[in-house]
């Protein structure tokens, strides 16, 4: 029951997130909306994880590992997405 | 199958050379560092094509001897070879045509370029490989990160807002497959295709998830109507890397479209399989259409790849028998993937080229091309042959083997598309070729022959796949149908 | 586990995203997004994933919000994709949202029970490792090549990042982070901080083998005390073309694929771990990993350098 409520949870982080990246014009806005539909995403990959607990363990490790993995890329993806900003809000410097 | 490490070398050279890259950032200019790198990737490719065709099965490795559903494995079949030769080829020629830099070149773009190229070598390998959701995901970050770098590499204003388009787009698409693929894992435990293949059933949970991955792979091979992010980002790049997006990075999630429905859950033709092609014919006659009324070359051809891609969609409703790899249309599709391939790699270096000798790309005051800089033109023109599907070209065996699947299927409305699609293809490119055909005698820079003879041999590529004979194609059914991994390799 | 604390759990949860999206000032979405991922990490730990619960604190929540924060210091005007919202795309924006997060939950729920999975299989082969946390054995060993290519994403993001910066900061220093001299008490924070910081991370990336913790969880902390370190002024940023940057991105990527060669020699396998070294293996690896990525999100959250190297 508790794992299901984090399951909709997840889903409703989602959600949140989508309306965010629809309804902010401005990119690091739309950056934090997407940070929030990764986190719905990664949360669905928790319960699924935990929902599959099996030989003596709390959780399914493989779904854990992919969500470290992935928790690494999106942060990546997050600082490429600065990085660009930065460069655009700064003055023109060069063509 | 046949168990080999070339998979993974293929893979893992690239990476190597961007470490190269890396530690002797101070010391030698980056096309030197990177140049032994290109050459053994170009090697391994080529060789793991000849494997596949001399033994007739697929290359397979498992990694760290762990087997699915566990561990990953790489497994180069036929289809997965013919991509990994073609992206060999395209990257070959690039790394030619890009090898004396511009004179205005910056230390940042060159070791940007070199270093961002072999990681994007490095992704496609890996994304034509993978048997695995998640690798798969892992092989598309690689790869959009490193597009749109390079898509930002000149560091113009639009250059910039095209670069964070495209990122954006391609995030979305990234969590609508993810989300794809933790639905799969929670329905089965399983990511491996081949073990997927055997136990996936068509129910809700299952289509959501293909639905949703497939959706955010469209994102990122811009099928209309997800396509506005390309056209400012691929004719915004430097012309080698434009490229190597248009004839490259946009076919890997293409390939993982297909490989779902093909390989993961086969289906009966309905209604997935419909609107995808839906989708396609509407990217073939809007994108034509908008791309005959570019003022920019580098513009109108990014419009085409659009048109071009589309008809990589039309495939998927003109499979099916029960072993699709047997029908005409999957050959049709593969030859018009690998055909756009050279044909637009061929294409945007000439542009490039173009650039470089005039100063702009301008399509109305291309005169005088002709008579300057034949060799570049002719690889323009040759290429334009292939998009447009006229004899002797990849793209006219492609498109009259589609042409083919679509009439014995009986989609009439397919075959339309296909033909108008090559009226309109034939309109841009005429257009273009007529202005560059004509007199005038505008100051040019010169531009080395060899690197003009690089773009003609890509061109010539596109031609030579023309001659193939007109049937299922042998390569492109070796591995199929997917089987599990039993044994330990 | 009991309901209540889901509840006390999912709903901050649920109340910060929508403040995150709801606020009109970024600084203070930003700094929901803090307390956000505080929440979240803690949720982790409710749903027994510590190994996800450290990442998510110091990546999902720390790292990221740290550079989200200094971008926002940075930007001298947002940038902005669109026109703002109107009521009526509001609306039809929350009935989306409404509607993906009711497909979403229903598809949850249509899962099977007892759901499918590789738990078991996953603590077989572990004594053979001779590592006890079998979520590090699918990082390490039966996924190896996904994190193996992770890092090289990490590495793509760097060479991007700077592909991105200027042409006369390349190969230099990031700006500097504050502008100005740093406060008293920042600069005694990071004294107090950093020795025990480190001597924590050494805790975390030895346990990782066995319990939850590892390479990712301390590299982020170490790279997360270096950045404290820069900004109060007490060590220097990367400099991001420099000898020694370009060494420690590329080691670890290399001792990976090294290992994986002599795998092949050792263990018949690329990327196979030879039994009775196993774990000494896997521990260099790891460490030489823990440098590349230590290195990498200093840079990433740095920013791309603009500052000539001569100073």
Same mark, same amino acid.
């Given at each position: 029951m508790s794992t299901t409520l984090f399951g909709l949870t997840g889903a409703a982080l989602v959600g949140i997130g989508l309306f965010g990246l629809i309804v902010h014009p401005t990119a690091l806005r739309k950056l934090l909306a997407f940070n929030l539909v990764g986190a719905g995403v990664f949360l669905v990959f928790g319960v699924l994880a935990r929902r599959a607990a099996a030989a003596g363990l709390a959780g399914d490790p493989v779904p854990q590992a992919i969500v470290i993995t992935g928790i690494v890329v999106a942060f990546a993806a997050t600082a490429l997405a600065a990085t660009l900003l930065a460069r655009l809000s700064g003055p023109e410097e060069e063509p | 199958m046949t168990v080999s490490l070339l998979p993974v070398w293929a893979v893992l050279t690239p990476v190597l050379g961007l470490c190269a890259l890396l530690l002797c950032e101070r010391w030698m200019r980056p096309e030197r560092v990177a140049a032994p790198f290109v050459g053994l990737s170009l090697y391994l490719s080529l060789s793991m094509t000849y494997e596949v065709m001399t033994s007739q099965a697929p290359l397979v490795y498992a990694l760290g001897g762990w087997l699915p559903p566990l561990g990953l494995t790489l497994r180069a079949d036929g289809v997965g070879v013919l991509l990994m030769a073609l992206t060999?080829?395209?990257?070959?020629?690039?790394?030619?045509?890009?090898?004396?830099?511009?004179?205005?070149?910056?230390?940042?773009?060159?070791?940007?370029?070199?270093?961002?190229?072999?990681?994007?070598?490095?992704?496609?390998?890996?994304?034509?490989?993978?048997?695995?959701?998640?690798?798969?995901?892992?092989?598309?970050?690689?790869?959009?990160?490193?597009?749109?770098?390079?898509?930002?590499?000149?560091?113009?204003?639009?250059?910039?807002?095209?670069?964070?388009r495209y990122l954006l787009f391609a995030l979305a698409g990234s969590i609508l497959y993810l989300l794809g693929?933790?639905?799969?894992?929670?329905?089965?435990?399983?990511?491996?295709?081949?073990?997927?293949?055997?136990?996936?059933?068509?129910?809700?949970?299952?289509?959501? !998830?293909l639905a949703l991955m497939t959706a955010g792979l469209m994102a990122k091979t811009a099928l209309f109507p997800l396509h506005l992010w390309l056209?400012?980002?691929?004719?915004?790049?430097?012309?080698?890397?434009?490229?190597?997006?248009?004839?490259?990075?946009?076919?890997?999630?293409?390939?993982?479209?297909?490989?779902?429905?093909?390989?993961?859950?086969?289906?009966?033709?309905?209604?997935?399989?419909?609107?995808?092609?839906?989708?396609?014919a509407a990217a073939i006659l809007v994108c034509s259409v908008i791309a005959l009324r570019q003022q920019r070359l580098k513009l109108m051809i990014a419009y085409s790849t659009l048109a071009q891609v589309g008809y990589l969609f039309l495939m998927f409703p003109l499979m099916p028998g029960p072993a699709p790899w047997q029908d005409i249309g999957w050959t049709g599709g593969l030859l018009q993937l690998a055909s756009h391939g050279f044909a637009k790699a061929a294409m945007f270096l000439a542009a490039g080229l173009i650039y470089?000798?005039?100063?702009?790309?301008?399509?109305?005051?291309?005169?005088?091309?002709?008579?300057?800089?034949?060799?570049?033109?002719? &690889?323009?023109?040759?290429?334009?042959?292939?998009?447009?599907?006229?004899?002797?070209?990849?793209?006219?065996?492609?498109?009259?083997?589609?042409?083919? &699947?679509?009439?014995?299927?009986?989609?009439?409305?397919?075959?339309?598309?296909?033909?108008?699609?090559?009226?309109? !293809?034939?309109?841009?490119?005429f257009r273009a070729?007529?202005?560059?055909?004509?007199?005038?005698?505008?100051?040019?820079?010169?531009?080395?022959?060899?690197?003009?003879?690089?773009?003609?041999?890509?061109?010539?590529?596109?031609?030579?796949?023309?001659?193939?004979?007109?049937?299922?194609?042998?390569?492109?059914?070796?591995?199929?149908?997917?089987?599990?991994?039993?044994?330990?390799p | 586990m009991t309901e209540l604390l889901a509840?006390?759990?999912?709903?901050?949860?649920?109340?910060?995203?929508?403040?995150?999206?709801?606020?009109?000032?970024?600084?203070?979405?930003?700094?929901?997004?803090?307390?956000? +991922?505080?929440?979240?990490?803690?949720?982790?730990?409710?749903?027994?994933?510590?190994?996800?619960?450290?990442?998510?604190?110091?990546?999902?929540?720390?790292?990221? +919000?740290?550079?989200?924060?200094?971008?926002?210091?940075?930007?001298?005007?947002?940038?902005?994709?669109?026109?703002?919202?109107?009521?009526?795309?509001?609306?039809?924006?929350?009935?989306?949202?409404?509607?993906?997060?009711?497909?979403?939950?229903?598809?949850?729920?249509?899962?099977?029970?007892?759901?499918p999975s590789l738990a078991a299989a996953t603590v077989e082969p572990l004594p053979a490792l001779g590592i006890g946390n079998p979520v590090t054995a699918v990082l390490i060993a039966y996924r190896a090549l996904d994190t193996l290519l992770e890092i090289v994403v990490l590495l793509i993001a760097v060479v991007g990042l700077r592909a991105l910066g200027t042409d006369r900061g390349w190969g230099g220093r990031p700006v500097p982070w504050p502008e100005g001299e740093p406060s008293p008490a920042l600069v005694f924070l990071a004294r107090l901080l950093i020795p025990a910081?480190?001597?924590?991370?050494?805790?975390?990336?030895?346990?990782?083998?066995?319990?939850?913790?590892?390479?990712?969880?301390?590299?982020?902390?170490?790279?997360?005390? %270096?950045?404290?370190?820069?900004?109060?002024?007490?060590?220097?940023?990367?400099?991001?073309?420099?000898? %020694?940057?370009?060494?420690?991105?590329?080691? @670890?990527?290399?001792?990976?694929?090294?290992? @994986?060669?002599?795998?092949?020699?050792?263990?018949?396998?690329?990327?196979?771990?030879?039994?009775?070294?196993?774990?000494?293996?896997?521990?260099?690896?790891?460490?030489?990993?823990?440098?590349?990525?230590?290195?990498?999100?200093?840079?990433?959250?740095?920013?791309?350098?603009?500052?000539e190297t001569g100073r």
């Open positions: - | 060999a080829l395209v990257m070959t020629g690039v790394a030619i045509c890009a090898w004396t830099p511009p004179g205005d070149a910056t230390a940042r773009s060159r070791f940007s370029f070199w270093a961002l190229l072999l990681a994007l070598w490095s992704a496609l390998n890996l994304a034509f490989t993978a048997q695995d959701l998640f690798n798969f995901f892992v092989a598309l970050e690689m790869l959009s990160f490193a597009a749109v770098a390079l898509v930002a590499l000149d560091g113009t204003r639009g250059a910039l807002i095209a670069a964070l693929v933790g639905l799969i894992y929670g329905r089965y435990a399983v990511l491996d295709l081949a073990g997927l293949r055997e136990i996936a059933q068509p129910d809700t949970v299952t289509l959501a !998830a056209p400012p980002a691929h004719a915004g790049a430097p012309a080698p890397a434009s490229a190597v997006l248009s004839a490259l990075v946009v076919k890997a999630p293409f390939l993982i479209i297909l490989r779902l429905w093909v390989d993961l859950l086969p289906l009966p033709a309905a209604a997935p399989q419909q609107i995808m092609a839906g989708l396609g470089e000798a005039l100063g702009h790309d301008r399509v109305a005051e291309l005169g005088g091309l002709a008579r300057r800089q034949p060799v570049t033109l002719a &690889a323009f023109a040759i290429a334009g042959l292939s998009l447009m599907g006229l004899p002797p070209s990849g793209g006219f065996i492609a498109k009259l083997l589609l042409l083919t &699947a679509a009439v014995e299927t009986g989609a009439w409305w397919i075959a339309a598309v296909i033909l108008a699609g090559g009226i309109l !293809a034939a309109f841009y490119v070729l007529g202005h560059a055909l004509a007199d005038g005698d505008p100051p040019m820079a010169p531009v080395a022959l060899y690197r003009q003879g690089a773009v003609l041999a890509l061109a010539l590529c596109a031609l030579a796949l023309g001659f193939v004979p007109l049937r299922p194609f042998a390569l492109l059914a070796i591995g199929r149908p997917l089987e599990a991994l039993e044994a330990m | 509840l006390t759990l999912a709903l901050p949860l649920l109340a910060g995203a929508l403040f995150i999206v709801a606020t009109a000032s970024t600084r203070a979405a930003l700094f929901g997004f803090f307390a956000f +991922g505080l929440f979240l990490a803690l949720a982790w730990v409710a749903l027994d994933a510590v190994d996800v619960a450290l990442t998510e604190a110091a990546i999902g929540g720390g790292a990221t +919000g740290l550079l989200l924060l200094r971008l926002n210091g940075r930007m001298r005007h947002p940038v902005s994709l669109g026109e703002p919202a109107g009521p009526r795309l509001k609306i039809a924006a929350g009935l989306l949202a409404a509607l993906v997060t009711l497909a979403l939950g229903a598809l949850l729920l249509a899962l099977p029970e007892p759901a910081g480190l001597v924590f991370a050494v805790y975390l990336f030895w346990v990782g083998a066995d319990a939850p913790g590892g390479k990712f969880q301390a590299s982020t902390l170490v790279a997360a005390l %270096w950045l404290l370190a820069i900004m109060a002024g007490l060590a220097p940023a990367p400099c991001s073309g420099g000898r %020694w940057t370009g060494r420690a991105l590329a080691i @670890g990527p290399l001792a990976f694929i090294v290992a @994986g060669t002599i795998g092949i020699a050792a263990a018949g396998s690329f990327l196979a771990w030879p039994e009775p070294v196993a774990k000494p293996m896997i521990i260099a690896v790891e460490l030489a990993l823990a440098v590349s990525i230590v290195v990498a999100l200093v840079l990433l959250v740095a920013g791309p350098p603009e500052r």
